[in-house]
């Protein structure tokens, strides 16, 4: 069946991969974006562009509350990748109250369901980042609307980092890199969504096809940059002493470095979805 599908986050890594799968899917699309110029333009990461594929645009900004006034009218179903990444705005103005907003606006219409894009493990966060996107998920599950939550353990292009610190011949750990996880393709994630939005209420823990420790993705990205591994393993002292310099310098800093640091030291598995590889993807790069 055919649905029109209102996506926040349009214009993110992964919400450009969600309205190209929806498309694809047979679906239409309503977009929620600050600048419909820019988002007809190609994402990060090899993420598409949204020319061509956006039924209706819709011109929003996530601190008013009034642009998201009837985003949500005559909609099906609404899928929020919105969140903040590396932008200056705070976390909870947006991946919470923006989020809140919108669902507002989806209950006021009466909306089937609302499928929402967490992080894996956000209730164990300290980071402003993961309170903020657990903050929304707990009140989305008391919500009228279905509620679907879907938790990724982190996306390929997240691991572009850990690419670049090789090129410069430097690697970071948390101890000794035990710690496993499996990040997914915007693409093979994108067509999970899909595949699920449409379906009833439920939460997911989702990761790509490759399981690997923190030491094992080291060795990987150097093996790629073609340089010698020089990785630096922070015990827990230095974790914390380099959280507390962070909270002192400013939010921003604090936010990023707690998020990053505690990711690094923590077990981050979901369910193996997609084909896609990570060492196909990077060496693409």
């Not at 899917?25 to 977009?31: E, L, T």
């Not at 989806?106 to 402003?128: K, M, Q």
């Not at 909270?247 to 193996?272: I, K, M, W």
Request: charged share 20%; net charge neutral; proline share 4%.
């Amino acid at each position: 069946m055919r649905h029109l599908v209102t996506v926040a986050g349009a214009t993110g890594y992964l919400g450009r991969h969600i309205v190209a799968a929806l498309v694809e899917g047979g679906h239409s699309v309503r977009a929620l974006v600050r600048s419909r110029a820019s988002a007809e333009q190609p994402g990060s990461f090899g993420a598409p562009s949204l020319e061509g594929l956006v039924a209706q645009w819709r011109i929003v900004d996530y601190a008013l509350p009034s642009s998201l006034r009837d985003a949500c009218a005559d909609t099906d179903r609404v899928i929020s990748a919105l969140g903040v990444t590396r932008q200056k705005a705070s976390p909870w103005d947006i991946d919470f109250l923006g989020n809140l907003h919108l669902l507002e606006d989806a209950e006021r219409h009466e909306v089937s369901s609302f499928l929402y894009v967490n992080v894996i493990h956000s209730d164990t966060g300290t980071s402003l980042t993961t309170r903020s996107k657990h903050a929304f998920s707990q009140v989305l599950k008391r919500s009228l609307v279905a509620a679907q939550i879907v938790n990724p353990s982190g996306y390929f292009s997240d691991i572009t980092d850990f690419l670049l610190m090789a090129e410069k011949g430097l690697g970071l750990t948390i101890g000794d890199g035990a710690a496993k996880l499996n990040p997914v393709h915007g693409a093979d994630l994108a067509e999970f969504i899909v595949a699920k939005c449409t379906g009833p209420a439920g939460a997911w823990n989702v990761g790509g096809p490759d399981i690997m420790s923190y030491q094992e993705l080291e060795q990987l990205v150097f093996a790629i940059a073609d340089r010698r591994a020089h990785i630096l393993r922070l015990g827990p002292r230095t974790v914390r002493a380099l959280i507390g310099i962070a909270d002192h310098s400013s939010p921003q800093a604090s936010n990023l470095a707690r998020f990053f640091l505690e990711g690094l030291g923590q077990e981050a598995v979901g369910t193996p979805i997609g084909t896609r590889h990570l060492e196909a993807y990077l060496r693409s790069l």
